[in-house]
């Protein structure tokens, strides 16, 4: 019986045909869950696991579809994300290759917007402490907006009606697109570097959050933060809010109204200036009033100085009669004091006590020597006395006398008794001159 020819598929074989039946059938799919596992290589590739409460699998985004997204992706963050499905030949895994991906329940620009918030609200960019004051004239306004929207042609005539001759500097930029936010954070940095303002305005008209996007960028944020003269964001309408106002020193809900916040009007200053005027006149009329007063009341006081100043010379006088009575007084008693000294010396004349004094030192001298000598035989009797003793005592005087000390070997312990040894054992004797080296060849008992 023939057999039926089989075809024999190689591992490389079959996962080809199964990755062309995948990617055939899911080239373009829709796949909800919730991100782990995210990984971020030095490659800027994104890998990352869409699991949902049964199953998962593995995605990833490369660095080319990566540099669109507008937020963060995070673990647990639950997104929408489009791809096909393909396999990985060398582990036979499939994955799906994504190329968008959305946050589900809020848009990608507003999760970036609050991440954004978050992140530079925590480094303090938004502390109200580090705000610096606008000027209430600045005499050099400068402005970055669009050079063709109506919105500079409502702040320049805004601010020629409310105050005439400023100095107003515009610098053109872009308001939207992928290049404004560099060009807004060069335009901040140029103003601080390059031109003497007083004040910045940073604005554009209204838009959805995408036209606005440009003020919600880092690099812009940052600029204004380092910005030393003082910022005002206007930027859209009074609800809209962007990164750019949080950061600013005072924001403006609209561009119209930066530029009535920016400068007073002139009228209102000139009332302000005659109201601080009228104050001035007050106030210095009133300082002068009490002058006035004091000076009346010393001119009172010191109504005939010639007499005062009479009364005075007569008490300098007296002062200085009295000083001299008691000066005198004083050296008539110093003397007095001295006299009793001299008399007191008189009678005790120091070269007798000097000589009196060395009559007795040479006692003392005397009897020290003596009492020293004496006490020296006294010692010198005690030392001959104790070494006697010592000598009579010493192991030498009793060796001298024919006696001997034995000691074991090779313990040197001493023999006081003739059984601590045996027949053989060795032995050391010790004369008064010399040792010997012995061997006991018999014991006797006492």
Known sequence: MELPLRYILTVSELTQQIKDVLENRFSDVWVEGEISNLRLPPSR???????????????????????????????????????????????????????SVEPKGIGALQLAFLQLKEKLEKEGLFDPARKKPIPMVPQRIGIITSPTGAVIQDMVRILERRFENLHIILYPVRVQGEEASSEIAEAVDYFNTSMDVDV????????????????????????IYHSKIPVISAVGHETDYTIADFVADLRAPTPSAAAELVVRDRREIENTLHYLEGRLKSQILQTLQEYRVHLSHLIKILKEPGKKVEQYFLRVDDFVSRLQFFAAWTLKRKKEKCLHLSESLLFRSPVQRVKSLRSIVSEIRRRL????????????????????????????????????????????????EATHVAQGDKVEVTLYRGALLCSVEKTQKP
């Not at 209204?206 to 996007?213: A, C, P, Y």
């Not at 000598?373 to 001959?384: D, N």
């Not at 006395?385 to 312990?413: C, F, H, M, N, V």
């Open 200 to 223: 910045i305005i940073v604005g554009r008209g209204g838009g959805s959050l995408e036209d606005l996007w440009a003020f919600n960028e880092e690099r812009v944020a940052r600029a």
């Open 369 to 416: 020597l003596q009492g020293t000598r004496f006490s020296l035989e006294i010692q010198r009797q005690g030392v001959a006395a104790i070494l006697g003793k010592l000598d009579s005592l010493s192991p030498l005087s009793i060796l001298q006398r024919g006696y001997s000390i034995t000691r074991e070997l090779p313990s040197l312990q001493i023999l006081r």
């Open 45 to 99: 590739h994104i890998y990352l696991t869409l699991k949902d409460e049964f199953s998962q699998v593995r995605a990833v985004l490369f660095r080319t579809q990566a540099r669109a997204l507008r937020f963060v992706p995070k673990d647990g963050l639950h997104v929408i994300c489009k791809g096909r499905v393909s396999l990985y030949e060398k582990r036979g895994d499939y994955q799906l290759i994504l190329e």
